[in-house]
């Protein structure tokens, strides 16, 4: 059995806590599976890095009524799949051989296989036990897979797979109608492949704010084949590829792709042997400090987290770094105005609360849009369907939310993230700062002087 001073579970976000300054720790860090976790090999990074040539790909639809005729020649799917993987898996291969064998990591032992608590800071990963004084959980999720009957027969591919296709079927069909299901369904029919969505709810990205939702859903709605409010109840096979029944009616397609969120890895942990509470929705509880119910034991992340995001996962990477090194002065991790993006067509960004959580919540809020066909870039784009809309305390100014659907909202959002966190009104932030004209963020600016503060 060996003790070590440090064991992270979980090679994505855990690993960036290893710096120079744990050279004297006894580590180990275990992974069951890709070095790199989530984001580096089936996430954030291979999804955008398809998001990108399907926006090049939509484009020539697009020109035409800005009198630019062009046409899409084709789109060579394997070689689109091969830059993006070609690029990553090195990456990851690379960051595993850094700790296996370099000798910045001759303190580091890695382990490959699942760790499983015991008992008290004591796992046993694949048969072998390891005792730490110090643990820290970064074992991530995984998509979650509803229990159609016939599903399994029929075969499915989740964002874990789907990215690595041999090639493009003809029709695809998403189950679900959250991030996953609006960043594929613009990659793939980008591509060409006829798309068909199916939400469970009358809306997809119900959970952003309602206008948002909206918008998107009626322009989803022009694009590809979205059936709301459907339930599916079976999947089988037919003369015509994949049925699966709906309730009410059925559609055939040629691959399904399961995008219904995703679950915390704790179940895999065997938590209770350590002591380590899990809250109903399987995340792992901690405190402000990140610290898990179990002395010595903290956890980040996707496994911890409700928000499911990278920039969460590594901010609080950072406030367990800083806490495992200084443990007489821990930090608290901020989740104040988490910001998120959803890297579909158009871009949705957001910052703060929606105008129904503003409204359940009993708050004064005023509220105020700009489309972006309003603004001078609006026009040279001819975009006729994008706006942002903020929310705001009127008798402070300050901002209580920020909600942007159209073109580049990923980074025109991050002005008003920055407002957020440090506290500046919009009135101040409207007129104390230029803004470059006829540029993008004059949508900002003008939603801000559009609110009606007192
Ligand atoms: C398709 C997709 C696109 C996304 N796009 C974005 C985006 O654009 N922006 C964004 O902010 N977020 C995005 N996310 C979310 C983001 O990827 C995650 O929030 C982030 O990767 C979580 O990091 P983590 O370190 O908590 O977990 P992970 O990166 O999942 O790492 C957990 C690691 O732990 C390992 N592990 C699990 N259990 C054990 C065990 N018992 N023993 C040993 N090892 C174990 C796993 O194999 C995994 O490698 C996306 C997610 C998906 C699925
Ligand atoms: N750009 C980004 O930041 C980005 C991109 C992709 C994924 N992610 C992260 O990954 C996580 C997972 O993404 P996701 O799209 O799978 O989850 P999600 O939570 O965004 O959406 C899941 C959708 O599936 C629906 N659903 C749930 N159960 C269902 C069922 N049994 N049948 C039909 N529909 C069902 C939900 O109502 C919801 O609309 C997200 O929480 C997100 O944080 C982030």
């Given at each position: 059995m060996t003790n070590f001073d440090l064991v992270i579970i979980g090679t994505g976000s855990g690993n960036s806590i290893l710096d120079e300054r744990f050279r004297d720790w006894r580590v180990a860090i275990v992974e069951k599976g890709t070095f790199g976790g989530t984001c580096l090999n089936v996430g954030c990074i291979p999804t955008k890095m398809f998001v990108h040539p399907a926006d090049l790909a939509a484009m020539p639809a697009a020109a035409g009524r800005l009198g630019v005729d062009a046409t899409l020649d084709g789109v060579r799917w394997a070689d689109i799949r091969d830059r993006v993987f070609g690029r990553i898996d090195p990456i990851a291969a690379g960051g595993r051989e850094y700790r296996a064998n370099h000798t910045d990591n001759a303190n580091v032992t890695v382990y490959e296989g699942t760790a499983r608590f015991t008992g008290p800071r004591t796992l046993d990963v694949d048969g072998e036990t390891i005792t730490a004084d110090r643990i820290v959980l970064a074992a991530g999720g995984r998509a979650l897979v509803p229990a159609v009957p016939g599903l399994e027969e029929v075969g499915y591919h989740t964002s874990d797979t789907v990215m690595r296709l041999e090639k493009l079927p003809r029709r695809m069909t998403i189950i679900g109608s959250g991030f996953v299901s609006a960043e594929f369904a613009h990659v793939f029919s980008s591509f060409g492949v006829e798309v068909t969505v199916v939400a469970r709810s009358g809306a997809l990205l119900r959970r952003q704010d309602g206008d948002i939702s909206a918008r998107f859903t009626e322009l989803a709605a022009g694009r590809w084949d979205v059936r709301l409010n459907r339930k599916v109840l079976g999947a089988s096979r037919d003369a015509d590829g994949i049925r699966l029944d709906l309730d009410g009616e059925s559609l055939s397609t040629d691959l399904v792709l399961v995008a219904i969120g995703r679950v915390p890895n704790s179940d895999l942990l065997d938590l209770p042997a350590a002591g380590i509470d899990v809250a109903p929705s399987g995340h792992v509880v901690v405190d402000e400090f990140q610290r898990t119910t179990a002395?010595?034991?903290?956890?980040?992340?996707?496994?911890?987290?409700?928000?499911?995001?990278?920039?969460?996962?590594?901010?609080?990477?950072?406030?367990?770094?800083?806490?495992?090194?200084?443990?007489?002065?821990?930090?608290?991790?901020?989740?104040?105005?988490?910001?998120?993006?959803?890297?579909?067509?158009?871009?949705?960004?957001?910052?703060?609360?929606?105008?129904?959580?503003?409204?359940?919540?009993?708050?004064?809020?005023?509220?105020?849009?700009?489309?972006?066909?309003?603004?001078?870039?609006?026009?040279?784009?001819?975009?006729?369907?994008?706006?942002?809309?903020?929310?705001?305390?009127?008798?402070?100014?300050?901002?209580?939310?920020a909600h942007i659907i159209g073109p580049q909202a990923s980074t025109l959002i991050q002005p008003l993230i920055q407002a957020m966190s440090f506290g500046l009104d919009a009135r101040s932030m409207a007129r104390g700062q230029y803004w470059i004209h006829p540029a993008m963020p004059e949508l900002i600016e003008n939603a801000l002087l559009n609110l009606p503060l007192d």
């Open positions: 002395a010595g034991v903290w956890a980040l992340g996707d496994l911890s987290s409700p928000f499911e995001l990278k920039h969460v996962a590594n901010h609080e990477a950072r406030v367990v770094q800083h806490n495992l090194l200084n443990p007489a002065a821990p930090i608290e991790a901020d989740h104040r105005f988490v910001p998120h993006a959803v890297f579909t067509s158009p871009q949705i960004a957001s910052v703060g609360i929606t105008e129904e959580q503003a409204r359940a919540r009993g708050l004064r809020y005023v509220t105020a849009k700009q489309d972006y066909a309003g603004i001078a870039y609006g026009w040279a784009m001819e975009d006729n369907t994008g706006f942002a809309k903020v929310l705001a305390d009127p008798a402070s100014g300050q901002l209580l939310g």
